[in-house]
């Protein structure tokens, strides 16, 4: 029996050492790293709901390690996450600390002069692998700001939950550049916000090349490309959870068509639907939910479709199946917003490939060379092992 006792502890001991050094440590968890950096300095900070540690949110975190922060910059959805997509971000102050929030959803003419207000600036949002998603742009916009006034940039890293594949079309052409196609990456980047940081620094996208943003990256431990990571905060509010979260890349080409995603209802990013019956035996009604209420396509209306939810995520990889399989059922009404879905999908061609009913095998080969040469100029950047 003694034994059989010692050998369970062994293998309860491996088990938990094992556990201990798979556990994903944020840039953010690492205090003991960049807190000496900011020791007698004011501090800026550009941050949402995502940016927490430990389950306090970073401002609370500093704030009682006495560091000076003096305002914070806020994106898309806001300083909480609850604002509504397209909607404007105004200038507030946060009830709980009384700290100045300033929008950087949009002009603010304000900018320089903040953070020439400060010593030192910081970035920590939430990404999730996807090129359309906004927050990049405002990493990118402060990294501008940092550069154009002589101001450090420490960008806490965070995991990409989408971090094992890197696919879809290469934005090129600066005809398609919008604040949902604002890099010239793939549509499914594979990067962390770090080390997207780092290609932006890289590669001259400051100002036609003209200024470098003098950053560091607080990176993260134990993990790679091949990690899995379920958000422990929701990145905005029609992505409730790690199935939405894995699905956006698939999906997010829908937003520019008249069909349904589930905006409106307690499932958004998990299905999809129009009000007819060909396309489904599911049926769901888009309504009005905190956050989605403003911009909910078919609101009212019973839609029938296909529901995902019962999709394995971790297995969920990028695919044109959906967009070919509803396009292929209603093709003189699918393209609503054509000039959306080019931006969306960083170019016109793959609007035009669909049209000219080419299979998606076709449209894949397509994308080989683009996707080849920006996996190399990805490798330069990387911080982690790689998932290939």
């Given at each position: 029996?003694?034994?059989?006792?010692?050998?369970?502890?062994?293998?309860?001991?491996?088990?938990?050492?094992?556990?201990?050094?798979?556990?994903?440590?944020?840039?953010?968890?690492?205090l003991?790293?960049?807190?000496?950096?900011?020791?007698?300095?004011?501090?800026?900070?550009?941050?949402?709901?995502?940016?927490?540690?430990?389950g306090?949110?970073?401002?609370?975190?500093?704030?009682?390690?006495?560091?000076?922060?003096?305002?914070?910059?806020?994106?898309?959805?806001?300083?909480?996450?609850?604002?509504?997509?397209?909607?404007?971000?105004?200038n507030?102050?946060?009830?709980?600390?009384?700290?100045?929030?300033?929008?950087?959803?949009?002009?603010?003419?304000?900018?320089?002069?903040?953070?020439?207000?400060?010593?030192?600036?910081?970035?920590?949002?939430?990404?999730?692998?996807?090129?359309?998603y906004?927050?990049?742009?405002?990493?990118?916009?402060?990294?501008?700001?940092?550069?154009?006034?002589?101001?450090?940039?420490?960008?806490?890293?965070?995991?990409?939950?989408?971090?094992?594949?890197?696919?879809?079309?290469?934005?090129?052409?600066?005809?398609?550049?919008?604040?949902?196609?604002?890099?010239?990456?793939?549509?499914?980047?594979?990067?962390?916000?770090?080390?997207?940081?780092?290609?932006?620094?890289?590669?001259?996208w400051?100002?036609?090349?003209?200024?470098?943003?003098?950053?560091?990256?607080i990176?993260?431990?134990?993990?790679?490309?091949?990690?899995?990571?379920?958000?422990?905060?929701?990145?905005s509010?029609?992505?409730?959870?790690?199935?939405?979260?894995?699905?956006?890349?698939?999906?997010?080409?829908?937003?520019?068509?008249?069909?349904?995603?589930?905006?409106?209802?307690?499932?958004?990013?998990?299905?999809?639907?129009?009000?007819?019956?060909?396309?489904?035996?599911?049926?769901?009604?888009?309504?009005?939910?905190?956050?989605?209420?403003?911009?909910?396509?078919?609101?009212?209306?019973?839609?029938?479709?296909?529901?995902?939810?019962?999709?394995?995520?971790?297995?969920?990889?990028?695919?044109?199946?959906?967009?070919?399989?509803?396009?292929?059922?209603m093709?003189?009404?699918?393209?609503?917003?054509?000039?959306?879905?080019?931006?969306?999908?960083?170019?016109?061609?793959?609007?035009?490939q669909?049209?000219?009913?080419?299979?998606?095998?076709?449209?894949?080969?397509?994308?080989?060379?683009?996707?080849?040469?920006?996996?190399?100029?990805?490798?330069?950047?990387?911080?982690?092992?790689?998932?290939?």
């Open positions: 029996m003694k034994r059989v006792n010692l050998i369970l502890a062994i293998i309860m001991s491996i088990s938990l050492t094992t556990f201990a050094q798979q556990k994903i440590t944020t840039g953010a968890e690492r003991n790293v960049y807190l000496p950096l900011l020791e007698g300095k004011k501090v800026g900070v550009m941050v949402n709901q995502t940016a927490i540690v430990g306090k949110h970073l401002v609370d975190v500093l704030l009682e390690k006495g560091v000076d922060l003096q305002f914070a910059f806020i994106p898309e959805h806001g300083f909480r996450g609850t604002i509504e997509r397209g909607e404007d971000v105004h507030d102050v946060d009830t709980k600390t009384g700290l100045p929030l300033y929008s950087l959803y949009g002009e603010n003419h304000q900018a320089d002069s903040l953070v020439r207000s400060v010593d030192v600036m910081i970035f920590d949002i939430q990404d999730v692998g996807a090129r359309f906004t927050f990049v742009v405002g990493m990118h916009n402060v990294m501008q700001l940092c550069a154009n006034n002589n101001r450090p940039l420490l960008v806490l890293d965070r995991p990409n939950p989408n971090g094992e594949q890197v696919d879809g079309p290469v934005r090129k052409d600066d005809k398609f550049k919008s604040d949902i196609s604002f890099h010239k990456v793939a549509m499914i980047h594979g990067l962390t916000i770090g080390e997207l940081a780092q290609m932006i620094n890289g590669e001259g400051l100002d036609n090349g003209e200024k470098k943003c003098d950053l560091t990256v990176p993260l431990e134990n993990y790679t490309h091949k990690s899995k990571y379920e958000l422990p905060v929701i990145p509010p029609s992505l409730p959870n790690y199935q939405s979260v894995r699905l956006f890349p698939l999906l997010c080409l829908f937003e520019a068509t008249d069909f349904s995603i589930g905006r409106g209802t307690d499932f958004p990013f998990q299905v999809i639907g129009y009000p007819d019956t060909q396309f489904g035996d599911f049926t769901f009604t888009p309504g009005t939910r905190v956050g989605m209420s403003a911009h909910v396509e078919q609101q009212g209306n019973l839609c029938y479709g296909i529901d995902l939810r019962g999709l394995k995520a971790d297995s969920i990889r990028f695919t044109l199946k959906y967009i070919l399989d509803f396009y292929h059922k093709p003189d009404k699918f393209f609503a917003r054509p000039d959306f879905f080019d931006k969306l999908a960083g170019t016109d061609k793959l609007r035009e669909i049209l000219a009913g080419w299979t998606e095998e076709q449209i894949r080969d397509s994308w080989k060379e683009e996707l080849s040469e920006y996996k190399r100029m990805r490798k330069k950047y990387l911080l982690y092992e790689d998932f290939e």
